[in-house]
């Protein structure tokens, strides 16, 4: 089960980071060997699953990320698309490199009621030496609607 970083001495160094491939970095989070960040306690998702080129995430949104008219705030659909897709890329990445978000885009198709457990699904469309785009989607666990989509460019570095 996954857990959380409580503060910054919890995450993995950058050295420890470079010495495995992101597909075991995504998957000791997952396994709870090492934590992952908290923004996701904070906005009320987790990672659910890992696998080479595919991550996903589950959550609910809740009161706490509403706009003002108490609907899902964009900037969670948002952020919820960016942890997957770029979470994907990650799967991706060789030892000894990192990545980075360097752009993404939402569609937000509809709104998801406070309360509905939803997934999102982030997949690779291409890793290469230097740039990862992946493309993603939110849809509801119980009745499969989609929600929103999303796609994303990151860059890759290689450091070690």
Same mark, same amino acid.
């Given at each position: 089960?996954?857990?959380? *970083?409580?503060?910054?001495?919890?995450?993995?160094?950058?050295?420890?980071?470079?010495? #495995?491939?992101?597909? !075991?970095?995504?998957?000791?989070? @997952?396994?709870?060997? %090492?934590?992952?960040?908290?923004?996701?306690?904070?906005?009320? =998702?987790?990672?659910?699953?890992?696998? %080479?080129?595919?991550?996903?995430?589950?959550?609910?949104?809740?009161? %706490?990320?509403?706009?003002? /008219?108490? &609907?899902?705030?964009? $900037?969670? =659909?948002? &952020? @919820? @698309?960016?942890?997957?897709?770029?979470? *994907?890329?990650?799967?991706?990445?060789?030892?000894?490199?990192? =990545?980075? &978000? /360097? !752009?993404?885009?939402?569609?937000?198709?509809?709104?998801?009621?406070?309360?509905?457990?939803?997934?999102?699904? $982030?997949? #690779?469309?291409?890793?290469?030496?230097?740039?990862?785009?992946?493309?993603? !989607?939110?849809?509801?666990? !119980?009745? %499969?609607?989609? =929600?929103?989509?999303?796609?994303?460019?990151? #860059?890759?570095?290689? /450091? *070690?």
């Amino acid at each position: 089960m996954p857990r959380i *970083a409580q503060s910054p001495d919890d995450l993995l160094a950058l050295p420890e980071v470079l010495k #495995i491939s992101g597909l !075991e970095f995504m998957q000791r989070i @997952l396994d709870g060997t %090492n934590p992952g960040p908290p923004i996701g306690e904070t906005m009320g =998702y987790g990672l659910h699953a890992v696998e %080479n080129g595919r991550v996903v995430f589950r959550g609910a949104p809740q009161f %706490n990320v509403t706009n003002p /008219l108490g &609907t899902v705030h964009g $900037g969670w =659909y948002g &952020t @919820l @698309l960016d942890s997957a897709m770029a979470c *994907a890329v990650m799967t991706k990445v060789q030892q000894g490199s990192v =990545y980075t &978000t /360097l !752009e993404f885009k939402i569609n937000i198709l509809r709104a998801i009621p406070l309360g509905t457990q939803i997934d999102c699904v $982030g997949v #690779i469309d291409h890793v290469g030496r230097s740039t990862g785009v992946a493309h993603g !989607e939110i849809r509801g666990v !119980e009745d %499969n609607k989609l =929600y929103a989509t999303g796609s994303t460019t990151c #860059i890759v570095m290689k /450091l *070690a």
